[in-house]
């Protein structure tokens, strides 16, 4: 059984090269043969040179340049594995987490998917504001820094949506036309570590309008409630959620909170079906 594992990146080496070297053969314990593959999406040659000079047993491929999905999809038409597992470029795998796939592909023959446990690197550190890690310690959230998919199945579903043009909703988009062929387990002990991040005022107000398009490209696909009576939910939840941040003091969430509302409020009333690259 050969298992492929696709690292898609962006102009990011530093950081892939902290994923690659817990993934390499003397990084990872694992009896069975795999195959690395690096999909590319960054601008000039970096990423290929980086593999060339220091990680020669795996193999780059150029990205495609239309958003992280297509990316994850290129990976996947390079990959000749049965078995495709999607890790992050920025995460810290542990030195057991393919031989836990392994073992979890054995061990569940009728599971088609898994998905592993994400940390962030100080859980001390997210309870300071503005910072960000995805966190997943229970499972039903099937993000797509350590998943994994039977290649047939994902061929056969299309892999990931490719109008989800950022990393946002793609995941759980494609986990639920999963579900439809398969019960996906979570392996508490397959786990990667995420480093945490604080986001900026500005970076976050320039993304609200991609977001909320991809947001309600999402719910246009899986929800059979009008978006216009989700946008109205949402500005409750953000009304609720900013009287909890500004008691809390937490001013610069407060601010995007309101924000968001009144984001909501424009898209209620000025709604059409659109997809996120509108």
């Known amino acids: 059984?050969?298992?492929?594992?696709?690292?898609?990146?962006?102009?990011?080496?530093?950081?892939?090269?902290?994923?690659?070297?817990?993934?390499?053969?003397?990084?990872?314990?694992?009896?069975?043969?795999?195959?690395?593959?690096?999909?590319?999406?960054?601008?000039?040659?970096?990423?290929?040179?980086?593999i060339e000079e220091k990680y020669n047993w795996a193999k780059w491929v150029k990205g495609p340049q239309k958003g992280p999905a297509a990316n994850r999809n290129n990976g996947a038409k390079n990959a000749t594995g049965e078995w495709l597992i999607f890790i992050?470029?920025?995460?810290?795998?542990?030195?057991?987490?393919?031989?836990?796939?392994?073992?979890?592909?054995?061990?569940?023959?009728d599971c088609l998917a898994f998905e592993g446990a994400i940390i962030p690197d100080d859980w001390a550190l997210m309870k300071n504001e503005m910072a960000e890690c995805p966190i997943n310690t229970e499972g039903n959230c099937f993000w797509s820094a350590n998943i994994c998919i039977q290649k047939q199945l994902f061929t056969r579903?299309?892999?990931?949506?490719?109008?989800f043009l950022i990393a946002a909703q793609e995941d759980q988009d494609i986990f639920i036309r999963l579900t439809k062929h398969t019960v996906i387990p979570f392996l508490k002990d397959c786990v990667v570590t995420?480093?945490?991040?604080?986001?900026?005022?500005?970076?976050?107000?320039?993304?609200?309008?991609?977001?909320?398009?991809?947001?309600?490209?999402?719910?246009?696909?899986?929800?059979?409630?009008?978006?216009?009576?989700?946008?109205?939910?949402?500005?409750w939840d953000y009304v609720k959620i900013a009287i909890k941040d500004i008691l809390k003091l937490r001013l610069r969430y407060f601010f995007l909170d309101v924000i968001k509302c009144f984001y909501c409020l424009y898209l209620f009333f000025t709604y059409k079906k659109i997809s996120p690259d509108s």
């Open 1 to 50: 059984m050969l298992i492929s594992v696709i690292v898609p990146t962006c102009n990011r080496n530093d950081l892939l090269s902290k994923c690659l070297d817990l993934l390499s053969p003397n990084g990872q314990s694992i009896d069975i043969e795999y195959e690395l593959i690096v999909t590319d999406d960054g601008k000039g040659s970096q990423a290929k040179i980086l």
């Open 88 to 109: 992050d470029d920025d995460v810290l795998p542990d030195g057991n987490l393919l031989q836990h796939y392994q073992t979890a592909i054995q061990q569940h023959p």
């Open 157 to 163: 579903i299309g892999g990931f949506d490719e109008l």
């Open 194 to 235: 995420h480093p945490v991040r604080y986001g900026s005022i500005s970076k976050k107000l320039k993304g609200i309008k991609i977001q909320f398009a991809n947001w309600i490209y999402y719910t246009q696909k899986h929800s059979p409630m009008s978006i216009r009576k989700h946008l109205l939910e949402s500005v």
